[in-house]
T-cell receptor, first 117, second 109 residues
Framework: NAGVTQTPKFQVLKTGQSMTLQCAQD?????MSWYRQDPGMGLRLIHY???????DQGEVPNGYNVSRSTTEDFPLRLLSAAPSQTSVYFC????????????????FGAGSRLTVL | GQNIDQPTEMTATEGAIVQINCTYQ??????LFWYQQHAGEAPTFLSY??LDGLEEKGRFSSFLSRSKGYSYLLLKELQMKDSASYLC??????????WGAGTKLIIKP
């Protein structure tokens, strides 16, 4: 089982450039999400999806786009990179549970470290 | 606003016991997670609490008091490999995860 696969692991961009962070999972998880992690702050949710064709905004969606054409893939697009988007990005997935259940444990990808100059 | 507080950093000695606290103020409560994150790696699941009390899992235990908005993670028989950040996260009334900034635990020989 590969789990959650993120690419690339490292990327350096210039201000204004665009790029896509790839995320794929092979666990048939309905729920997928993108977080950013910055020093001294908790993980912040960027966008999430509860199934193919369904996406929604999280806490910090500005400057990012997502799509979910298949259950397995959930790419994150930066259309015009800014230095404020320098961060470590994590893709995470889980089964979708709406009850009081610990079954919705997130499985994280290894992370993508992005630097915007 | 929603808030989760954890100490920024703690230091402990190999073989000892350490308790990492987490206090939360959220709109509703539907469970609390603890995750471990080694430097440069992804967070990995440690424990889940939804009812008051202590959940024990090997060397690690997690406690929850919903009335006090308080949880702790207890690590026993500390090993050097336990050096990591420990993240507390609460599921709020909208089933969204609210994350603390994490506690960096340094283990000294």
């Amino acid at each position: 089982n590969a789990g959650v696969t993120q690419t690339p692991k490292f990327q350096v961009l210039k201000t204004g450039q665009s790029m896509t962070l790839q995320c794929a999972q092979d666990m048939n998880h309905e729920y997928m999400s993108w977080y950013r992690q910055d020093p001294g702050m908790g993980l912040r949710l960027i966008h999430y999806s509860v199934g193919a064709g369904i996406t929604d905004q999280g806490e910090v969606p500005n400057g990012y786009n997502v799509s979910r054409s298949t259950t397995e893939d959930f790419p994150l697009r930066l259309l015009s990179a800014a230095p404020s988007q320098t961060s470590v990005y994590f893709c995470a997935s889980s089964y979708l549970e709406t009850g009081l259940s610990g079954a919705n444990v997130l499985t994280f990808g290894a992370g993508s470290r992005l630097t915007v100059l | 606003g929603q808030n989760i507080d954890q100490p920024t950093e703690m230091t402990a000695t190999e073989g000892a016991i350490v308790q990492i606290n987490c206090t939360y103020q959220t709109s509703g409560f539907n469970g609390l997670f603890w995750y471990q994150q080694h430097a440069g790696e992804a967070p990995t699941f440690l424990s889940y609490n939804v009812l008051d009390g202590l959940e024990e899992k090997g060397r690690f235990s997690s406690f929850l008091s919903r009335s006090k908005g308080y949880s702790y993670l207890l690590l026993k028989e500390l090993q050097m490999k336990d050096s990591a950040s420990y993240l507390c996260a609460v599921i709020d009334s909208n089933y969204q995860l609210i994350w603390g900034a994490g506690t960096k635990l340094i283990i000294k020989p």
